[in-house]
């Protein structure tokens, strides 16, 4: 991975350039750059004709139209899988903030967690750009968080998924290069387990309908067209 910056961000930028390299296989991010500007960090995806640049757009226009139906009631699947408003709730794979932004402007106070040093840092600034309150993020696996944290929340959202991939679309971009900086929790019934202790009322873990993982068996299932949402009661309730 390169890591371009101006003299400004030199430190930052050679920490970066040391860390990331030792995490990263370079063969699968060798056309993949961190450009660090004065007020933002972009990520350059080269691997395509044209190069793209990958950022977490909190006001695009995808998230923004997935608010606005869910808002209205409209497929208001959220709604039902959530259904106390105003509840704490922990995103453990957060990505690039999606499901967690449409939750928290649906007054739930989200805090997310992400495992990807490089999707962590987009995150991040998308944070700072916005000033976003009520909306914490940390770095770091979800099951070493949940383990070392004294927190119970109401609810524990968990979404190992990947979108299916639409040719060429920007998303499908976007979902193709977090392929490439994500890393898949292998052992995901060890995070569940741990939700469930550490849930007041519900986890829910997201999965393609016609899912070949061997997850744990739920309560019950709510389904929509492509998607299994498992629900499990939390313990702590
Ligand atoms: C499919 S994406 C989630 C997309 C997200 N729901 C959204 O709305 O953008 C899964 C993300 O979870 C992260 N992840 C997987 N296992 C994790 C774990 N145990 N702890 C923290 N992050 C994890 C991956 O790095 C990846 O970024």
């Known amino acids: 991975m390169n890591i371009f910056s101006n003299l400004r961000n030199k430190e930052l930028s050679d920490f970066l350039d040391k860390t990331l390299n030792n995490y990263y296989d370079k063969v699968i991010t060798k056309n993949l750059s961190i ?13 395509y004709k044209k190069a793209v640049s990958i950022s977490v757009d909190f006001l695009g226009k995808e998230i ?9 009631g409209k497929k208001d699947i959220f709604g039902k899988l959530f259904p106390i408003k ?5 995103d453990c794979t957060a990505g690039y903030g999606r499901d967690s932004y449409v939750l928290r402007s649906m007054g739930f106070n989200v805090t997310m967690i992400e ?24 770095h770091g696996n979800s099951y070493d968080y949940l383990n070392h944290s004294e927190k119970y ?7 190992f998924m990947f ?11 976007n979902d193709e290069t977090l392929k490439l900086i994500s890393f898949q929790e292998n052992d995901k ?18 999965e393609p309908k016609n899912s ?13 067209k492509l998607l299994n949402f498992n629900i499990y009661k939390g313990n702590n309730g």
Do not use: C, G
């Open 86 to 90: 105003n509840s704490t709730l922990l």
């Open 35 to 47: 450009n660090l500007s004065k007020d933002s960090i972009e990520l350059i995806n080269a691997n």
């Open 115 to 138: 495992n990807s040093p490089v999707m962590s840092l987009l995150l991040n600034d998308a944070l700072k750009k916005l000033k976003l309150l009520n909306f914490n993020m940390y």
């Open 212 to 224: 070949l993982s061997n997850i744990l068996k739920p309560e019950y299932t709510i389904k929509t």
């Open 163 to 173: 979108n299916k991939l639409k040719k060429n679309s920007l998303s499908s971009k």
């Open 64 to 72: 923004n139209s997935k608010i606005k139906s869910r808002l209205s």
């Open 153 to 159: 929340y109401d609810y524990i959202y968990i979404d």
């Open 189 to 206: 019934n060890n995070l569940i387990r741990l939700a469930i202790k550490k849930s007041n009322h519900r986890v829910v873990v997201k």
